[in-house]
């Protein structure tokens, strides 16, 4: 395994939140052409906007939020040589938790299933966390 391989679910959740941003077009396109929203009054207020749409805005608005966290947990890692099997499996694991919880996001927005899905990804993070603080403390290369 490489230590590069860190970047792999970097560039997941990267194509995730442009994946979003692509979903948003289309969904405000659809809206506006159905007339389910005043292209003017939404210029000025995104209150206007079709659930639909709202729920695509609100999804790429947290995606830079904790996968912030997640993008520096994998700079770091991969600087302080500590990229090992451990450490891309844990990145890979956050990322597919941002998968699930957009998913879940953007359809049916069940609360509770995308709370548990949010919880899940940040004990992600903390992992990541203790994992890099267990680095740089010991100045061991992650052996796993």
């Not at 692509?22 to 809206?31: D, H, P, S, V």
């Amino acid at each position: 395994m490489n230590s590069s391989d860190i970047f792999w679910p970097v560039l997941a959740q990267i194509a995730l939140t442009l994946a979003m941003f692509i979903m948003l077009g289309i969904r405000k396109a659809r809206a506006v052409k159905t007339g389910k929203v005043n292209r003017q009054q939404a210029a000025l207020d995104n209150r206007v906007w079709p659930g639909e749409v709202v729920k695509v805005s609100n999804n790429i608005a947290n995606q830079f939020e904790a996968p912030v966290l997640f993008y520096v947990l994998c700079l770091v890692t991969y600087s302080i040589n500590a990229a090992g099997t451990l450490a891309i499996a844990l990145a890979w694991l956050f990322a597919l938790s941002r998968y699930a919880h957009a998913y879940v996001h953007v359809g049916s927005n069940y609360v509770p299933l995308r709370l548990r899905l949010f919880v899940f990804g940040c004990v992600i993070l903390l992992a990541m966390l203790i994992l890099v603080a267990w680095n740089l403390a010991t100045g061991v290369v992650d052996p796993y």
